[in-house]
C-alpha cells in the first residue's frame, strides 16, 4: 500500500487543521492506520492510531486530536484542534496489516509510510 498525506501547514497557536492520508495500491479497511510525528532532535512519536474499530490517542493529545478513517476513499484523517506550538513536527502516516494491540504505539511495527508533511505552531 502507498500513503499520501497531506494538509500541514503554519498555523498559529489555539487553531486547526486537518490532516489527510489517502492509501492507494490496496484497501484500507483491514490495515491499522496510525499517525506519528517526528519535531527537530527528537525520536518520532505515536500520535494515533485506527485499530480494529477501535481509536487510541497519545496523552498529549488526548481531547485536542482525534482520528478518523473513510474506507470508502481509502483515506485517513487526524483532526487537530487548540493546537499547541509544542505539536510542531513532521506528521507521517503508517499503516499495517499485522500488528497486535501492544505493538500499535511503536513505530517500528508499521510497514508503510507516508512521506510527512510539516506541522508548524506559532506561539
Known amino acids: 500500500v502507498q500513503l499520501q498525506a497531506s494538509g500541514g501547514g503554519l498555523v498559529q497557536a489555539g487553531t486547526s487543521l486537518r490532516l489527510s492520508c489517502v492509501a492507494s495500491?490496496?484497501?484500507?479497511?483491514?490495515?491499522?492506520m496510525g499517525w506519528f510525528r517526528q519535531a527537530p532532535g527528537k525520536e518520532r512519536e505515536f500520535v494515533a492510531t485506527s485499530w480494529r474499530g477501535r481509536v487510541y490517542m497519545a496523552d498529549s493529545v488526548k481531547g485536542r486530536f482525534s482520528i478518523s478513517r473513510d474506507n470508502a476513499k481509502n483515506t485517513v484523517y487526524l483532526q487537530m484542534d487548540s493546537l499547541k506550538p509544542e505539536d510542531t513536527a513532521v506528521y507521517y502516516c503508517?499503516?499495517?496489516?499485522?500488528?497486535?494491540?501492544?505493538?500499535?504505539?511503536?513505530?517500528?511495527?508499521?510497514?508503510?509510510w507516508g512521506q510527512g508533511t510539516l506541522v508548524t505552531v506559532s506561539s
Open positions: 503508517a499503516a499495517d496489516s499485522r500488528l497486535i494491540l501492544s505493538s500499535i504505539r511503536n513505530y517500528e511495527r508499521y510497514d508503510y
Open positions: 495500491g490496496s484497501s484500507i479497511s483491514s490495515y491499522t
